[in-house]
T-cell receptor, first 114, second 113 residues
Framework: AQKVTQAQTEISVVEKEDVTLDCVYE???????LFWYKQPPSGELVFLIR??????QNEISGRYSWNFQKSTSSFNFTITASQVVDSAVYFC???????????FGQGTTLQVKP | DAGVTQSPTHLIKTRGQQVTLRCSPK?????VSWYQQALGQGPQFIFQ???????QRGNFPDRFSGHQFPNYSSELNVNALLLGDSALYLC????????????FGPGTRLLVL
């Protein structure tokens, strides 16, 4: 069975701090895809990144970076120099090959205080 | 470039009633997926439609049904509403293969009284 665990329910930081959101996944499939989405209070899920299981290169996009480690089944997300606008619920999700089903974690609520 | 749109934005129904939610995919997308998100939870996959057929279904009862039209828009129907159906219903669209990135709409908030 596939599963995504986001152990951190809520994180609170002060603006300009770095913060890492953890994501651990479970699957027996060798081909799978990992995603991060951001959900602001408006409710719409905003796509941030997609990685496939064959590409373990870390990725950086502006203040965002992702660390994918197959050895520990983790796909962690770091925000550098956090800003108030980063406050949202962040979801990690998994899909396995040839399925359209996204399996989401419970989400991590990030609060960035000014 | 229009994103995914959903209607209505909010809806209030009573137990036992039926509801229809609508979704228009992002321009160029041919696949629509529906998710249910209860308060404080991650979204749960209901089903995915491609070429007007249900391609995959999650663990939801038959009260949940859907349809995809030739223009790729989609409807989600829920019959015999229960209090537990109160949730945010999210539509996502994608193109081509099932594992492609899904882009979400703003959702429909359904309250069942």
């Amino acid at each position: 069975a596939q599963k995504v665990t986001q152990a951190q329910t809520e994180i609170s930081v002060v603006e300009k701090e770095d913060v890492t959101l953890d994501c651990v996944y479970e699957t027996r499939d060798t081909t799978y895809y990992l995603f991060w989405y951001k959900q602001p209070p408006s409710g719409e899920l905003v796509f941030l990144i997609r990685r496939n299981s064959f590409d373990e290169q870390n990725e950086i996009s502006g203040r965002y970076s992702w660390n994918f480690q197959k050895s520990t089944s983790s796909f962690n997300f770091t925000i550098t120099a956090s800003q108030v606008v980063d406050s949202a619920v962040y979801f990690c999700a998994l899909s396995v090959s040839n399925t359209g089903k996204l399996i989401f974690g419970q989400g991590t609520t990030l609060q960035v205080k000014p | 470039d229009a994103g995914v749109t959903q209607s209505p934005t909010h809806l209030i129904k009573t137990r036992g009633q039926q509801v229809t939610l609508r979704c228009s995919p992002k321009s160029g997308h041919d696949t629509v997926s529906w998710y249910q998100q209860a308060l404080g939870q991650g979204p749960q996959f209901i089903f995915q439609y491609y070429e007007e057929e249900e391609r995959q279904r999650g663990n939801f009862p038959d009260r949940f049904s859907g349809h995809q039209f030739p223009n790729y828009s989609s409807e989600l129907n829920v019959n015999a509403l229960l209090l537990g159906d109160s949730a945010l219903y999210l539509c996502a669209s994608s193109w081509g293969q099932p594992q492609e990135t899904q882009y979400f709409g703003p959702g429909t908030r359904l309250l069942v009284l």
